[in-house]
Nanobody, 124 residues
Framework: VQLVESGGGSVQAGGSLKLACAASGYTQSNRCMGWFRQGPGKEREGVAVVDRNGMTLYADSVRGRFIISKDNAKNSLYLQMNNLKPDDTATYYC????????????????????WGQGTQVTVS
């Protein structure tokens, strides 16, 4: 399984960015896919996930501002980020778990077997 993120960059507070994750090497429809981020000096944290049925889960800090989506035909995952804040500054990672999304544990990085290399988002 290979995951390649794109779409990061620098933006002013209040702006928007859309991240993309291109996946290969597995059947996307049978996975929990999501986005994590890791800011300077911080632990990696779950941002949002989507399961094979389209159920989504969001971190409290991004709910209402970020939207996760996927395109099964393109084997791609997206994260639309709106009203960005300086606290959103981080490296964003795409991740895949072979199992279904866990509503209790989805924010634990240990559950995810596959990771992308990350894309930097800077909000000033």
């Amino acid at each position: 399984v290979q995951l390649v993120e794109s779409g990061g960059g620098s933006v002013q507070a209040g702006g928007s960015l859309k991240l993309a994750c291109a996946a290969s090497g597995y059947t996307q429809s049978n996975r929990c896919m999501g986005w994590f981020r890791q800011g300077p000096g911080k632990e990696r944290e779950g941002v949002a996930v989507v399961d094979r049925n389209g159920m989504t889960l969001y971190a409290d800090s991004v709910r209402g501002r970020f939207i996760i989506s996927k395109d099964n035909a393109k084997n791609s995952l997206y994260l639309q980020m709106n009203n960005l804040k300086p606290d959103d500054t981080a490296t964003y990672y795409c991740a895949v778990d072979r199992a279904s999304c866990s509503s209790r544990l989805w924010q634990s990085p240990d559950l995810y077997q596959f990771w992308g290399q990350g894309t930097q988002v800077t909000v000033s």
